[in-house]
């Protein structure tokens, strides 16, 4: 019963679409975050939300958009897709910033 | 430039051995660390965690760190092929907000 919820399992995109990656969490954690993973990268580390409050944000484009729009829900949004943002997007979250990462099942994006 | 540094990257060892992982953070301002596991196309789960100078030992898994040298290493003793996968580091700056991860080392335990 995953306590961490993403949606979709698989994406596939076209060059210069836009989607939104889902994530919800049933673990009454207050921070929320999002990390990438690819073969080329290791697991990097996006955006945190705490109280639904940004409070840093690793990712150098603004094609990256996080959302929060419930305590328990941090989504996705990623604009002008390319095929570089092509990963694993894992959504995270713990009681508080200090500590451990519960982590949901990812979202595979694949663009073409 | 990797804050988190892992070594080695990859590492054999035979079913009942002892495999030995490092991390090092060039992060000066570094309390937190934390062990996760990674399966092969699973997510990440948190093996172990540690904050204080010493040893903390869990079943077959013993991590250490050494806080002067921010370096911290876990043991696995007795290694089975389920322990078979990635090995993350992860150290937090001081009133940070997330977790930087280490390239990891990717163990394989063989029969």
């Known amino acids: 019963d995953p306590k961490i919820i993403q949606k979709p399992k698989y994406l596939v995109a076209v060059t210069g679409s836009e989607k939104i990656l889902i994530c919800e969490q049933y673990l009454g954690h207050n921070a929320m975050y999002w990390y990438r993973q690819s073969a080329k990268k290791p697991l990097e580390f996006m955006f945190s939300?705490?109280?639904?409050?940004?409070?840093d944000n690793q990712t150098a484009s603004s094609r990256f958009q996080p959302q929060s729009s419930k305590k328990n829900h941090l989504d996705l949004q990623i604009t002008a897709l390319k095929p570089d943002d092509s990963a694993t997007y894992f959504c995270?979250?713990?009681?508080?910033?200090?500590?451990?990462?519960?982590f949901g099942h990812g979202t595979k994006l694949s663009v073409l | 430039q990797q804050k988190v540094q892992q070594s080695p990257e990859s590492l054999i060892v035979p079913e009942g051995g002892m495999a030995s992982l490092n991390c090092t953070s060039s992060?000066?301002?570094?309390?937190y660390f934390w062990w996760y596991r990674q399966h092969s196309g699973k997510s990440p789960k948190m093996l172990m965690?540690?904050?204080?100078?010493g040893e903390k030992e869990e079943g077959r898994f013993t991590v250490h760190l050494n806080k002067a040298s921010l370096h911290t290493s876990l043991h696995i003793r007795d290694s089975q092929p389920s322990d078979s996968a990635l090995y993350l580091c992860a150290a937090r700056r001081n009133s940070g907000t997330y977790q930087r991860f280490g390239t990891g080392t990717k163990l394989q335990v063989v029969p």
């Open positions: 992060d000066r301002n570094v309390d």
């Open positions: 995270a979250s713990s009681q508080d910033t200090n500590e451990r990462l519960f």
């Open positions: 939300y705490s109280y639904q409050k940004l409070m």
């Open positions: 965690s540690i904050f204080s100078n």
